[in-house]
């Protein structure tokens, strides 16, 4: 997290919330009803590994607010779709406006589609085995501010090693830990936040 991040916003509602929220209602909305949320379902993990490989560099709101897009584009993440793609797609998805045209994260999404397809034909819930493996031990004390947030963990490390070893990409290690705190396998609302536990 960057230095002196807010760690808390009031908003409009009076709730108390994590101070990367800002005033955006998406953001708010997000925060509120997915971030942290436990996620244990193959395809929902493939969006999630999706969109947080897409994210690097960016910011989050850029890519939430073209989460509709993605979807579209990418056949709503269907993990045997998306596997199914041909350059003939990858060309179509770089004209695409809705969605970041970068092509070494399309073509990463497609083989990762693949990859993925390959762990779970015959054995369903095979990504989620695999990512929840991996969660932090329970009871990580809680973060008083943002700036205390880790960006990298241990266990991001160690997953982002396991799915690079099975040939996936841009699973880097911080990107990882992101899709830790949006699937739920940490908690890192802060205290204060009307989420936190």
């Not at 101070?19 to 395809?43: C, F, I, L, N, T």
């Not at 993990?45 to 989460?67: D, M, N, P, V, Y």
């Not at 841009?170 to 536990?197: E, K, N, W």
Request: proline share 5%; net charge negative.
């Amino acid at each position: 997290m960057p230095l002196n991040y807010v760690s808390i916003v009031t908003g409009e509602d009076g709730l108390d919330r994590c101070g990367w929220v800002g005033k955006d209602a998406e953001y708010r909305r997000y925060h509120d009803e997915e971030w942290g949320v436990p996620v244990r379902d193959d395809q929902l993990l493939f969006e999630h590994l999706c969109l947080e490989g897409f994210q690097a560099g960016l910011s989050w709101i850029t890519i939430l607010k073209r989460r509709p897009g993605f979807r579209s584009a990418f056949a709503g993440f269907d993990i045997a779709a998306v596997a199914a793609m041909t350059e003939v797609d990858v060309e179509r998805l770089m004209l695409d406006t809705g969605i970041i045209r970068n092509r070494l994260k399309i073509n990463a999404t497609i083989e990762n589609a693949r990859i993925t397809l390959g762990l779970v034909a015959d054995s369903p819930g095979a990504l989620t085995d695999i990512i929840w493996s991996h969660q932090p031990t329970p009871g990580r004390a809680r973060c008083p501010v943002m700036n205390d947030v880790p960006d990298i963990t241990p266990e991001s490390e160690a997953l982002s090693k396991t799915l690079r070893k099975l040939g996936l990409r841009f699973v880097g290690p911080t990107t990882m830990y992101a899709l830790m705190q949006s699937a739920g396998l940490v908690d890192d609302h802060v205290v204060g936040c009307h989420r936190a536990i």
